[in-house]
């Protein structure tokens, strides 16, 4: 090879690298320093409260028992 043909090879590696890279910068961008807030749940505790007696009576509707509507 001659020595023009590998300057010629480096300049287009050098300037395929740098047309990758501004590429690259321009489609994914560059990370922001700012901080992000994230919403956080409160402590899980074993305490248990009383159902509201309004919902759970004993007058209330059993989800679990099958209801017949007409003659089977």
């Known amino acids: 090879m001659k020595k023009s043909d590998m ?3 480096v ?3 050098l300037i395929s690298m ?7 910068d321009a ?6 320093a700012q901080s992000i807030k994230v ?3 409160d402590k ?3 305490d248990v409260t009383q159902p509201d ?5 004993k007058d ?13």
């Open 44 to 46: 899980m505790t074993s």
């Open 27 to 32: 489609v994914i961008g560059r990370p922001n």
């Open 18 to 24: 740098v047309a990758a890279y501004l590429v690259a």
């Open 11 to 13: 300049t287009i590696a």
């Open 7 to 9: 300057v010629t090879i």
């Open 60 to 72: 209330a509707i059993n989800p679990t028992v099958e209801v017949i509507i007409g003659t089977k």
């Open 39 to 41: 919403k956080t749940i």
């Open 53 to 57: 007696k309004t919902v759970f009576n």
